[in-house]
């Protein structure tokens, strides 16, 4: 069976795709900064689904140790899933460029080496898949949000050229673009019910749209038509807006 590399597999989205995958017998390589939070995570799966489960540590600002940490996999994967991420605090990342280049690191720039790495792997093996956690904040700059949004814009229009070009060789990117889900990332928000998802059901989407080989998601559906009306507001309106 098929190794899939969950990078950051701590976050609660990470968690909920790796206990999917795992149901559906592929064995898994999960990472997370410090590996004891992994712990007992592998057990359950271990216990529950009769797979192999590698766990290493991996700190995505490192990037001078991604080559390494790619050279050191016991196994290397088939499948990968990028669900590394960092909100911030954008009132912080204002003032202080500390925490703005966290923010666009994390979740963007940072991203690249190791993406990068496994996309030239995957496109010799001719077969596999890629998936980023973006998020429906990359598709408008907002005012009270576009360090973090910026980010994602980066980051999606990476996946969509990295698809581009690994579609050639059979490799498939699938960019996920939720909207809001209860994660300890949202914990401190007060997140309106209807438009918010658990991490399980999101992973389920996810789960089925890497096996259909969809390209872009948004979950749920609807943030699709509302990203859509967010990016028809005239730059004259939206600037007014407290959004
Ligand atoms: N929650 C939402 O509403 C929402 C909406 C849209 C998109 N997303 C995206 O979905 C993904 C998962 O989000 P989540 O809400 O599940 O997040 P979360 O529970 O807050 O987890 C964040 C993850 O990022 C990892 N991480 C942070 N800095 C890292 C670093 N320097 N090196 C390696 N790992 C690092 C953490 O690992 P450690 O255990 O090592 O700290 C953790 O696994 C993120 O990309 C997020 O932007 C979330």
């Known amino acids: 069976m098929k190794y899939i590399l969950i990078l950051g597999a701590t976050s609660d989205i990470g968690k909920a795709i790796a206990k999917v995958y795992a149901q559906h017998g592929y064995h898994l390589i999960l990472t997370a900064r410090d590996t004891n939070h992994l712990l007992s995570l592998k057990k359950e799966l271990e216990d529950q689904y009769m797979i192999a489960i590698q766990l290493e540590s991996f700190d995505v600002l490192q990037t001078i140790t991604h080559q390494s940490f790619f050279d ?36 963007y720039t940072a991203s690249i080496p190791i993406l990068s790495i496994l996309a030239q792997y995957l496109e010799s093996l001719k077969q596999g898949f890629i998936i980023g956690i973006s998020s429906v904040a990359g598709d408008r700059g907002r005012g009270s949000n576009y360090f973090y949004g910026s980010a994602k814009a980066g980051f999606t229009a990476f996946l969509s050229g990295l698809r581009a070009r690994l579609a050639k060789n059979n490799v498939h990117v699938l960019t996920v673009k939720p909207g809001f889900v209860y994660t300890k ?11 918010t998802i658990a991490p399980t059901a999101l992973a389920h989407s996810i789960f089925k749209a890497q096996q259909k080989k969809k390209n872009v998601i948004y979950v749920k559906w609807f943030w699709r038509y509302i990203m859509w009306i967010i990016k028809l507001i005239p730059e004259f309106i939206f600037k007014k807006l407290n959004l």
Not at 72 to 94: D, F, H, S, W
Not at 185 to 195: K, R, Y
């Open 185 to 195: 990332m949202t914990a401190h928000l007060s997140l309106p019910q209807l438009l």
């Open 72 to 107: 050191n996999l016991k196994t290397k994967p088939y499948g990968v899933v990028y669900c590394i991420g960092y909100l911030g605090n954008q009132e912080l990342a204002q003032k202080e460029s500390t925490e703005a280049n966290l923010i666009l690191q994390t979740n």
